[in-house]
């Protein structure tokens, strides 16, 4: 299946850069582009793509007011796509912000055209977290700097099985299914299952969510060792 994709930033080379890159690719489709975050939300409604690149900085609207009206749509609005973040060190806190509204991962501007076809893929496949060890360090940094959330989110690990709890434990330590499955010795589609039942449990959209609700319930720590 053709995986759609559209390219919002306010760069024009950009643009055409990417979308030329993943055009090329016979599984990838660009339908549509923009400059602005207000535009990116525009035309995702109309061509309702598999995948929203997203810049982080941009005029009008800005990256991470477009990803928060895609991915927590008014009623009436079914659509809602994997946004995969464009963003530089230097704008992690904008990136952490945008995991926590429901981004799929975040993306180097800078990185090697075969990592953003990849990423492309590993975020319309479902696999939400892009990178998990560096992503990962990423929002240690940031949850270690701010306070605790109004609600303890320690008290929902409650209603999770201690193996349920155990595997969220390794997806926040960037753990990848396969590398879970043989951590407990059990069967992939086992893991994707507990995977399931935990974000259901936690009303957690994705694996970048589950990420950062370990970090905030303090069942990962910044600093662990993996």
Do not use: N
């Given at each position: 299946m053709?995986?759609r994709v559209?390219?919002v930033?306010?760069q024009?080379?950009?643009?055409?850069?990417?979308?030329?890159?993943?055009?090329a690719?016979?599984?990838?489709?660009?339908?549509?582009?923009?400059p602005?975050?207000r535009?990116?939300?525009q035309v995702?409604?109309t061509?309702?793509?598999?995948?929203?690149?997203?810049d982080v900085?941009?005029p009008?609207?800005?990256?991470?007011?477009?990803a928060?009206e895609?991915?927590?749509p008014p009623?009436?609005?079914?659509?809602?796509?994997?946004?995969?973040?464009l963003?530089?060190?230097?704008?992690?806190?904008?990136?952490?912000?945008a995991?926590?509204?429901?981004?799929?991962?975040f993306?180097?501007?800078?990185?090697?055209?075969?990592?953003?076809?990849a990423?492309v893929r590993?975020?319309a496949?479902?696999?939400?977290?892009l990178?998990?060890?560096?992503?990962?360090r990423?929002?240690?940094?940031f949850v270690?700097?701010?306070?605790a959330?109004?609600k303890?989110?320690?008290?929902?690990?409650?209603?999770l099985t201690?193996?349920?709890?155990?595997v969220?434990?390794?997806?926040?330590?960037?753990?990848?299914n396969?590398?879970?499955?043989?951590?407990?010795?059990l069967?992939e589609?086992?893991?994707?299952?507990?995977i399931?039942?935990v974000?259901?449990?936690?009303?957690?959209?994705?694996?970048a969510?589950?990420?950062?609700f370990?970090?905030e319930?303090g069942l990962?720590?910044?600093?662990?060792?993996d």
């Open positions: 053709t995986i559209i390219i930033d306010d024009a080379m950009v643009r055409a850069g990417f979308a030329a890159l993943l055009s690719q016979a599984d990838i489709d660009v339908v549509g582009e923009a602005d975050g535009q990116g939300v995702s409604r061509a309702h793509p598999d995948v929203v690149l997203m900085r941009m009008e609207m800005d990256g991470l007011t477009a928060r895609l991915l927590s009623p009436g609005v079914v659509h809602r796509p994997k946004v995969l973040m963003t530089t060190f230097d704008i992690d806190d904008y990136v952490y912000e995991l926590r509204a429901g981004a799929s991962g993306l180097l501007k800078d990185a090697p055209p075969a990592d953003l076809i990423a590993v975020v496949s479902g696999e939400a977290l990178a998990p060890s560096v992503t990962r990423l929002i240690a940094d270690q700097q701010r306070p959330p109004r303890d989110p320690s008290l929902r690990l409650k209603g201690p193996r349920e709890t155990e969220l434990e390794l997806i926040a330590r960037g753990l990848s396969q590398e879970i499955a043989g951590h407990l010795v069967a589609q086992t893991v994707k299952t507990h399931g039942r974000l259901a449990k936690l009303d957690l959209r994705d694996r969510q589950a990420v950062i370990a970090y319930a990962v720590r910044p600093g662990d060792s």
